[in-house]
């Protein structure tokens, strides 16, 4: 089993900025790819962003592309999500998660989830 705990989500303004950070534990998360997603009331779970465990592939949805960065810290098993730019829309809790063989952007491949973080961005 791996454990991820979301932290970092609060109430911000639009324009403005948070780090989002999922300390992993438990089975070792080593090789593991590690994904954002986050969901907005009445709509599905979406892909946000994703890294390997080496740092060396990241992907990223389209409507954070250029705002948001995802890295991770191998000695501390820690994953963020830098949010820049922040939009209203990028409202909804996000979810931290965790694969071992599967496409980056493919919500059903992840086998670990956190509990989830609410990011509120205001206009």
């Known amino acids: 089993q791996v454990q991820l705990v979301e932290s970092g989500g609060r109430l911000v303004q639009a324009g403005g900025s948070l780090r989002l950070s999922c300390a992993a534990s438990?089975?070792?998360?080593?090789?593991?790819?590690m994904g954002w997603f986050r969901q907005a009331p009445g709509k599905e779970r979406e892909f946000v962003a994703a890294?390997?465990?080496?740092?060396?592939?990241?992907l990223y949805a389209d409507p954070v592309k250029g705002r948001f960065t995802i890295s991770i810290d191998n000695a501390k098993s820690t994953v963020y999500l830098q949010m820049n730019s922040l939009k209203p829309e990028d409202t909804a809790v996000y979810y931290c998660a965790a694969q071992f063989n599967g496409r980056f952007n493919d919500a059903s491949a992840y086998d670990y989830w956190g509990q989830g973080t609410q990011v509120t961005v205001s206009s």
């Open positions: 438990g089975r070792t998360s080593r090789g593991a790819t």
């Open positions: 890294i390997g465990w080496s740092g060396s592939i990241t």
